[in-house]
């Protein structure tokens, strides 16, 4: 069947969650992703670039110590949750595609990737996927696009993979990045998304999720998804501050609060909490040029100070918030 007769009829497709439910519109989400597992760590994750608006909420699904799902091209989001669902209850990735694919009445449009907990990979495309299209799986993950500027996107996405060192979220972006400088999506770029989840389930979903980023609409999409990701990085370190100043240990909460500022160095905020952990923990003489530069960028700061005590984050001395306020330009308003 021509494309063009093809296309009202996809668009029409069924869940195949829902038997003889009312069609309704499928999101066109033609992309390419990559879904894969750490092998080192066992962390699962998800990422994707699309030339659709907002793919984060459509095309990445992941959940700790089940597996990881991309969902593409005439998408039919149910692939996403559906297969986490099947996977939980103890299928392979394999298993969980296979399922749902014969439950569809109308896969051959969709291109859908699984990895499961155990690094377990399965990967489809359908023959009416618009070419470009293709995808290409390895160990312990598989690469998938379609709608592609030529055919050579899937394997740049597996060699870049492959061969970047790091964690499991900069190979992702450098399977994305490969993907980009091969040609792309044939129609340019607007969002894109990145889900890594832990190896194993702590029961707290929101615990387990090391990076959920989007990049809703963007003329550069992957180049607003690192910084989103180092920035997570910087906060994840903050986070991390934070809970070793609950529990009473200053010295490892300012070498997080440090690190933080420097892989963020533009965040004002980053600063502040690093002067602080230095003024409080015997470093008043290093912090205090420190609270200069941050009142310097932004005055709002200055008055936080005096309200720190209160939670037990500065001493109740007068004298040192005097000290520490004094470092204000002069004539700062606050």
């Given at each position: 069947?021509?494309w063009?007769?093809?296309?009202p009829v996809?668009?029409l497709?069924?869940?195949?969650?829902s038997?003889?439910?009312?069609a309704r519109a499928t999101?066109?989400?033609?992309?390419?992703?990559i879904?894969a597992?750490d092998?080192?760590?066992g962390?699962?994750?998800?990422?994707?670039?699309?030339?659709y608006?907002?793919?984060g909420?459509?095309?990445?699904?992941?959940?700790?110590?089940?597996?990881?799902?991309?969902t593409?091209?005439?998408?039919l989001?149910?692939?996403?949750?559906n297969?986490?669902?099947l996977m939980?209850?103890?299928?392979t990735a394999?298993?969980?595609?296979?399922?749902?694919?014969r439950?569809d009445a109308?896969?051959?449009?969709?291109?859908?990737?699984m990895v499961?907990?155990?690094?377990?990979v399965a990967?489809?495309?359908?023959?009416a996927?618009?070419?470009?299209?293709?995808?290409?799986?390895?160990?312990q993950?598989?690469v998938q696009?379609?709608?592609?500027?030529?055919?050579?996107i899937?394997?740049?996405m597996?060699?870049a993979?492959?061969?970047?060192?790091g964690?499991?979220?900069e190979?992702?972006?450098?399977a994305?990045?490969a993907?980009?400088q091969a040609?792309?999506?044939?129609?340019g770029r607007?969002?894109a998304?990145?889900v890594?989840v832990?190896a194993r389930?702590?029961?707290?979903p929101?615990?387990?999720?090391?990076?959920?980023?989007r990049?809703?609409?963007s003329p550069?999409?992957l180049?607003?998804?690192r910084?989103?990701?180092r920035?997570?990085?910087a906060y994840n370190?903050?986070d991390?501050?934070?809970?070793?100043?609950a529990?009473k240990?200053?010295?490892e909460?300012?070498?997080?609060?440090?690190?933080a500022?420097?892989?963020?160095?533009d965040?004002?905020?980053?600063?502040?909490?690093a002067?602080?952990s230095?003024?409080t923990?015997?470093?008043?003489q290093?912090?205090?040029?420190?609270f200069?530069k941050v009142?310097?960028?932004?005055a709002?700061?200055?008055?936080?100070?005096?309200?720190l005590p209160?939670?037990?984050l500065?001493p109740?001395?007068p004298?040192?918030?005097?000290?520490?306020?004094?470092?204000a330009?002069k004539?700062?308003k606050?």
């Open positions: 069947m021509p063009t007769l093809l296309l996809m668009l497709a069924v869940s195949p969650a038997p003889g439910a009312p999101p066109l989400a033609h992309t390419f992703s879904v597992r092998s080192v760590t962390d699962l994750g998800v990422a994707v670039q699309s030339h608006f907002s793919v909420p459509i095309v990445p699904w992941a959940e700790a110590g089940v597996g990881a799902v991309a593409q091209s005439l998408v989001v149910d692939y996403g949750p297969g986490l669902d939980r209850s103890g299928m394999r298993q969980a595609l296979d399922s749902l694919l439950a109308h896969n051959e449009g969709r291109q859908v990737a499961d907990a155990r690094g377990g990967a489809y495309t359908g023959r996927c618009i070419p470009d299209a293709g995808h290409q799986r390895g160990a993950y598989s696009a379609n709608l592609m500027a030529n055919d050579r899937w394997s740049a597996a060699k993979y492959e061969g970047t060192a964690d499991l979220a190979r992702l972006l450098a994305l990045d993907a980009q040609g792309g999506d044939i129609r607007q969002s998304a990145i890594v832990k389930s702590s029961g707290k929101w615990a387990d999720r090391l990076f959920d980023l990049v809703e609409d550069e999409p180049q607003e998804l910084r989103l990701v920035l997570r990085r370190l903050e991390a501050g934070d809970n070793a100043i529990e240990r200053p010295e909460a300012l070498r997080h609060y440090e690190a500022m420097r892989l963020a160095p965040v004002v905020e980053l600063q502040f909490w002067a602080v230095m003024y923990n015997g470093r008043q290093e912090a205090l040029p420190l200069r009142f310097a960028q932004e709002r700061w200055v008055p936080l100070v005096e309200r209160k939670a037990d500065f109740a001395d004298k040192q918030i005097a000290e520490v306020q004094a470092q330009t004539g700062a606050w």
